[in-house]
Structures are given as structure tokens and as C-alpha cells.
């Protein structure tokens, strides 16, 4: 007999890490002005966000949070099924699906819950999920709850896809292929058009996570399939609001009989606690401020653009990014680590990426971009990856 608690008695990976001054998880944010923070006493460039178009600062969007508590106040208190369901939820969903180009759209508290919720009711018994491997846990998770079977395909190969559908459709009933329209580590876009090829062919539904792809990429940062045109080829859009929509949230958006049934089978959406007013409100605030100030994503995608030149110029490797996520690749998680804090000590907020999350040897440093950082914060950036690249031997 073991004592339960004894696997966190000797959890010792993470102390380890602190013991060696370099944890670099949990920093406690001070202030925020969006693109730079505030810790442990001084102001420092943050490249580690999702906060692609700077909205959690916005003027509009603020005003429009708080004017949201002084109506409803600061909670929900219940589930929407129940208690907490608002007006400004359904409005929310109607403006939504319209942004996005679908019937209906569901707004769940999180992202996370979403696709919990959402895979998990949609593949019964005799069906089957398609997941690439380099999706989000979400959808590991929804994947895990889900009672039909899992595959997942190597990474982005449509030939592999199409090879296990060949060989194995049949022995479902429905096929749903799930993958991320941007990766969340890699910023690598999804290859759409060979999943939609391949989801016809072998008559599959396909499943899009937009969390990175919505407000960056297609007109107004519609997502991925606004990107290449294939909207109505993707049945159900997964997104989140706790990225470009600068808040916390999440949902999934397709035909309306689809999303009636989520809503009334999807455990995660109808046993936990509505999304709070101000968040509703905020995102609302959000779609308003990306219809009349479109100039964000210009410069968002400049500031894209400049750092993928800038630290690929400086010999970084960079993987196939094309997207705002800019990954650093440094080698080992040790020397990740290293890098982290040096970064940090420089005046510069970002995070390591390390194995299992990346394959051995291949952990990075995820940078990330936003509409609203300076020429002079990137210039800053940049210089300081010069001066450490060099310093850690990574570039010449
Ligand atoms: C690709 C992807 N899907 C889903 C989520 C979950 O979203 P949320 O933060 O709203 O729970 C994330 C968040 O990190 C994500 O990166």
C-alpha cells in the first residue's frame, strides 16, 4: 500500500528548476500596459502573449467591460443552460456567426471547454476522430472523452491522412478530422485545402481549432478558412477568446442543427458556469473595434513580418512559422531555460517551449508579436537576441 500524496512528496522536476534559479513558469505580472509588463519590479517587453491585436488595452473595449458589470454586475453564477444564459451571450453568438460566415455559433466559457465539450458529444461509439499530432491538449482532451476511437496522423501530411482513411474508413460510421488552423507552437498554418480534398473524398467532417488563426489570419482575421477561401468546406469552427479577443471564452460555430445539438449535449458547456458579462461584453466591444479600425492588421502583420526577417536575418532558426508565433529553436530544455532567464534579466518576457511539448533536443523559445508593440520594442527585441544568440553560441 502507497501513501497517495507520496508522487507529490517526490515530484521533484520543477524544485529542481527553482533550486537552479531557472523556473521560468508562474512569473507574477505586476501591471500590464499590454505589450510590455511589469515584474518584479521593472517593465519589460512581453513577446510571450497571444494578445495579437493589443485589444485587452484598448480604450473601447475597457469602457465596454465595465459598463457590462455596472449592468449585469460582475458574475453569472450558474450555468447558461440554467441561470446564467444573458442576452448579451445570444447576441454575442448571432454577431458571431455572422463575422464567421456560419448558421449558428455556441459560446462556451473557455476554449478548453469547447472542445471538450464539442468532440466529446459529436463522436459516438461506431465514429472516429482524425487528430493531427500536433494539436491542442483541448482537443487531446476532447479526444479522451470522446467514446469513439482516436487516430492521429503525423503532423500537417495529407498523404499519411489519406492513407489511413483508405484504410480504414469503412469500419466507421462518422469521421470527424480535427486540426489546429494555426499551430500554437510552430505558428505553421494548417494545410486546408489538402484537408478538405481528403475530407470529401472519404466523406469526413472536418473541424477547425481557429485560436490562433482568428484576428490574424483572412480578411478582418476571419480564420483560416476565410484565409483560403474554403469557409463553408469547414463544417465547425472551433475558436477562443482568450487571444485576439482579449478576454476569456470560447466557441464553436457551424450549421444550426449541429450547434443545437452541442448545446444540449456538450456536458462541459451545460454543467459549468457561464462566461462573465464583462468578458461577453468585451469580446463584443472587440468585433466592433476590428470593423472600423481594420489598420490593426496591417500592423500586426508588419510586426509580423519585421521579426520573422530580423531573427531568421540574425541565423535563428525560425521553423516554417508564417504567422505572428515566431519560434526561436535553442536545442535542449536546459539551455531553453537559460535563455529564458538571461531574456528576462535583458528586459524581455517569453517562454520556453520544452520536450514533451517539442521533441528532444528541439526546445524553443515561443515568440509571439502583437499590432501594438513599437518600432522601438522590436528594435530592443531583436538587439537582444543578437547580443544572447551570439553569447550562447546559437548564431555567429
Ligand atoms: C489551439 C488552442 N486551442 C484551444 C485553446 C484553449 O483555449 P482557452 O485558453 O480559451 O481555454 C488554446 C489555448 O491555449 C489553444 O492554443
Avoid at 532558426?317 to 505572428?324: F, H, K, V, Y
Avoid at 529564458?340 to 509571439?368: C, D, N, Q
Amino acid at each position: 500500500m502507497m501513501d497517495l500524496f507520496e508522487k507529490c512528496r517526490s515530484f521533484q522536476d520543477a524544485k529542481t528548476l527553482m533550486g537552479a534559479g531557472l523556473y521560468p513558469f508562474f512569473k507574477p505580472i505586476e501591471a500590464s500596459q499590454g505589450s510590455t509588463v511589469t515584474t518584479h519590479g521593472t517593465k519589460r517587453v512581453m513577446i510571450g502573449s497571444n494578445n495579437y491585436l493589443g485589444l485587452t488595452h484598448h480604450p473601447r473595449v475597457m469602457a465596454a467591460a465595465k459598463r457590462a458589470i455596472d449592468e449585469f454586475g460582475t458574475g453569472c453564477t450558474g450555468s447558461r443552460f440554467l441561470n446564467g444564459n444573458l442576452v448579451s451571450h445570444e447576441r454575442l453568438e448571432e454577431s458571431l456567426a455572422k463575422f464567421l460566415g456560419k448558421e449558428a455559433c455556441l459560446v462556451f466559457s473557455t476554449g478548453f471547454l469547447a472542445n471538450q465539450g464539442s468532440l466529446s458529444c459529436l463522436v459516438g461509439r461506431n465514429d472516429a476522430i482524425l487528430s493531427d499530432r500536433e494539436n491542442h491538449a483541448s482537443i487531446i482532451e476532447g479526444t479522451r472523452l470522446a467514446v469513439g476511437e482516436t487516430i492521429r496522423f503525423p503532423h500537417n501530411d495529407m498523404d499519411a491522412l489519406d492513407r489511413i482513411l483508405t484504410e480504414k474508413r469503412a469500419q466507421y460510421d462518422g469521421v470527424l478530422i480535427v486540426a489546429d488552423g494555426v499551430f500554437s507552437m510552430s505558428g505553421e498554418i494548417v494545410d486546408l485545402p489538402g484537408l478538405v480534398k481528403i475530407a470529401s473524398k472519404h466523406n469526413c467532417k472536418l473541424y477547425i481549432d481557429d485560436a490562433h488563426s482568428l484576428g490574424v489570419l483572412g480578411e478582418l482575421g476571419r480564420g483560416t478558412g476565410a484565409h483560403f477561401g474554403l469557409t463553408d468546406e469547414v463544417d465547425l469552427i472551433m475558436g477562443t477568446f482568450s487571444k485576439s479577443f482579449a478576454s476569456i471564452g470560447g466557441f464553436i460555430a457551424g450549421d444550426a442543427d449541429t450547434i443545437h445539438y452541442i448545446k444540449h449535449k456538450a456536458r462541459p458547456f451545460m454543467f459549468s458556469a457561464a462566461m462573465p458579462p464583462s468578458a461577453v461584453a468585451t469580446v463584443q466591444e472587440c468585433l466592433n473595434v476590428i470593423h472600423e479600425e481594420p489598420q490593426i492588421f496591417d500592423n500586426l502583420w508588419k510586426n509580423a513580418r519585421k521579426m520573422k526577417r530580423e531573427l531568421s536575418g540574425l541565423g535563428f532558426d525560425t521553423l516554417a512559422s508564417q504567422t505572428p508565433i515566431i519560434p526561436v529553436v535553442i536545442g535542449d530544455d536546459v539551455k531553453a531555460f537559460s535563455f529564458t532567464k538571461a531574456l528576462y534579466e535583458h528586459g524581455v518576457f517569453a517562454t520556453p517551449v520544452v520536450s514533451p511539448a517539442v521533441p528532444a533536443g528541439m526546445a524553443l523559445i515561443r515568440t509571439s508579436y502583437m499590432a501594438t508593440h513599437t518600432e522601438d520594442d522590436l528594435d530592443y527585441v531583436a538587439e537582444v537576441f543578437k547580443k544572447l544568440g551570439k553569447q550562447f553560441g546559437l548564431i555567429r
